[in-house]
C-alpha cells in the first residue's frame, strides 16, 4: 500500500472525527465514572421495545463517538475482567462480528451498514486480514472500529506468555498496515480470558471487549432466531456478537438486514466507543 493512501485515510478518518466532535462529548464510554469497567446484564437483556408509529429520529443521526481521541493516549489500564457494556447517554447500542474479514460475508455486512449509516466494531484475526487488507481499508474509509482478535482464533488460556503475544502483536502489525493505525481493543477467542491476556492487551495498549448479548449465530440457528435474540437482549449500553467469517454466515448477513432497520426505528443509536485515557 502507498504511503500517501495510507495518509489519506488517517486524515479522513481525523476530519470525520472533527465533524462529528460535538455529538462525541455525549460521553459514549465502556466503563463508568470510577474507571471500573461495568458488569454484564444477563444475556437475555431487556425486553425489545415496541416499534414507534413514525420513523425514528436516529436514522438521521446515527452515528456518534468514533475516530481518534483528541488527546495523547495514556497508559492503558491492565483489567481483571473484560469490559461487558456501554454506559453513557441515551439508548445507544454496540454491533461487533468477529473472526473475519471474510470476503464471502463482510462485505455483505458492510453493504447493510453503509446503507442505513451506522458504524460498528470488527475483530479480526491476523490471518484472514492479512489476505484481505481491502476490506481492513474499506472499514477505515466508512469509519468503523477494528479490533484485534488474535492471529489463528486459539485458545488463549492454553498457551505460552510468549504465544499469547505472538498471536496479538503479529495481528497490530496487519491490523496497522491495512486500517491506518493500530487497534485499540481486543477480544479472546471463545471468551477465554486469562491474567497474561489482560497484562499483554494492555501492554500494546488494548482494552478488553467482551459482548452483553450473544447471537449464537454460530450455531446457524436460521436468520428469524439471530434476529430474535437481539430483538429480545436489545437494552441501552447492550454490545452484540456477531460473526462474518469462521464458517457459513450466510444467516447472520440477512438477520442484520432485518434487525438494524428495527433497532433504529424503536431509536437505538448503534454506535461505535470512545476510548477514554487518564
Not at 100 to 111: A, E, K, S, V
Not at 155 to 160: A, Q, V
Not at 169 to 179: C, K, L, Q
Not at 210 to 227: E, Q, R, Y
Request: with cysteine; net charge positive.
Amino acid at each position: 500500500m502507498k504511503k500517501d493512501q495510507l495518509f489519506t485515510r488517517r486524515r479522513a478518518l481525523l476530519v470525520g472525527a472533527a465533524a462529528v466532535g460535538a455529538v462525541g462529548t455525549a460521553g459514549v464510554f465502556l466503563w463508568g465514572e470510577d474507571g471500573e469497567p461495568v458488569r454484564a446484564a444477563p444475556a437475555a437483556g431487556a425486553p425489545a421495545q415496541s416499534l414507534p408509529l413514525k420513523p425514528s429520529a436516529y436514522r438521521l443521526q446515527p452515528l456518534t463517538g468514533y475516530g481518534p481521541p483528541r488527546t495523547a493516549p495514556g497508559r492503558t489500564p491492565v483489567r481483571h475482567e473484560p469490559l461487558l457494556k456501554m454506559t453513557g447517554r441515551g439508548r445507544t447500542m454496540v454491533l461487533t462480528f468477529d473472526d473475519g474479514p471474510d470476503p464471502r460475508y463482510t462485505p455483505g455486512i458492510l453493504d447493510t451498514l453503509a446503507h442505513y449509516d451506522v458504524r460498528a466494531m470488527f475483530f479480526v484475526c491476523g490471518e484472514m486480514a492479512s489476505y484481505h487488507q481491502d476490506l481492513l481499508a474499506r472499514m477505515a474509509d466508512e469509519g468503523h472500529v477494528v479490533g484485534n482478535h488474535t492471529w489463528s482464533h486459539p485458545l488463549l488460556t492454553g498457551l505460552t506468555r510468549r504465544q499469547i503475544r505472538s498471536e496479538m502483536s503479529r495481528t497490530s502489525d496487519v491490523i496497522e498496515e491495512g486500517y491506518g493505525e493500530r487497534p485499540r481493543w481486543f477480544r479472546a477467542p471463545y471468551g477465554a480470558w486469562n491474567r497474561a491476556a489482560f497484562q499483554l492487551g494492555a501492554e500494546l495498549g488494548m482494552e478488553p471487549l467482551a459482548w452483553t448479548v450473544d447471537t449464537l449465530d454460530w450455531t446457524a440457528p436460521g436468520a428469524g432466531s439471530i434476529v430474535e435474540r437481539v430483538e429480545k437482549g436489545a437494552a441501552p449500553g447492550v454490545v452484540v456478537l456477531s460473526h462474518d467469517a469462521g464458517g457459513d454466515r450466510t444467516q447472520s448477513v440477512r438477520a442484520l438486514r432485518r434487525y438494524l432497520p428495527q433497532l433504529l426505528d424503536s431509536g437505538y443509536h448503534i454506535t461505535v466507543p470512545h476510548r477514554r485515557y487518564t
